[in-house]
């Protein structure tokens, strides 16, 4: 009974402390690295730890809170979301929160998976780390293109990359963000994730 009241307690102390990290990290310039188009987001290393060390609903939560975040970002903070808040404010919702909470729940399902896979289990970690990234850009740009791709500030886009379809699209406009995503999100957050579970299992 004391294990289990202390295990609660880590587990709310640890949720309280990377929704703290995230929240800091969608209001200051840390969290963001503005570009053209697509957004370098680190937030993506906070919820792959908590998907990864708390498991899959914590995973969605973080993920909500960094959903929610990025769509408050569209409210004047971010010109490219604020574009698309324009064209549909529901469309921009789900392309902001809902691929979000759909990326940290799966980060921590696959970790379970890997964990239970004995080729895979000793750097069950570090894929359930790379695979947040590769989710978070399939999901927000999967969706991005399926509400927004045939809209006129998207095809503008589009031409001026020389872009003749979605696939292509969608491979000029993550370019090197979504490498840089993955592999930030590989490094530290592989590292943070290893820390935390060693300490969790020690208590």
């Known amino acids: 009974m004391e294990n289990n ?5 880590m587990y709310m102390v640890e949720m309280a402390l990377l929704i703290a990290i995230i929240l800091i990290m969608a209001f200051t310039p840390i969290g963001y690295i503005r570009t053209f188009g697509l957004e370098i987001t680190l937030i993506v290393v906070p919820v792959a730890v908590g998907a990864v060390t708390l498991g899959p609903t914590a995973g969605a939560v ?3 809170v960094f959903g929610i975040t990025s769509f408050i970002q569209c409210f004047g903070m971010s010109p490219f979301g604020a574009v ?3 064209i ?8 902001c929160v809902l691929s979000r909470i759909l990326m940290g729940g799966l980060t921590g399902l ?3 998976i890997f964990q239970k896979s004995n080729p895979l289990k000793k750097i069950s970690v570090m894929l359930a780390n790379l695979c947040c990234p590769i989710l978070n850009t399939l ?3 999967g969706t991005l293109t399926l509400f927004f791709y045939r809209t006129e500030y998207i095809q503008g886009i589009a031409q001026s990359m020389g872009a003749g379809n979605p696939f292509i699209f969608v491979i000029l406009f993550v370019g090197v963000n979504g490498v840089v995503e993955a592999v930030a999100c590989f490094v530290a957050g592989s590292a943070i994730s290893q820390a935390l579970k060693k300490v969790v299992k020690r208590n």
């Open 5 to 9: 009241k202390k295990m609660n307690t």
């Open 62 to 64: 973080l993920g909500a």
């Open 84 to 86: 698309l808040l324009s």
């Open 88 to 95: 549909n404010p529901i469309y921009t919702f789900i392309v």
């Open 110 to 112: 696959l970790y379970k």
């Open 139 to 141: 999901f927000f740009m």
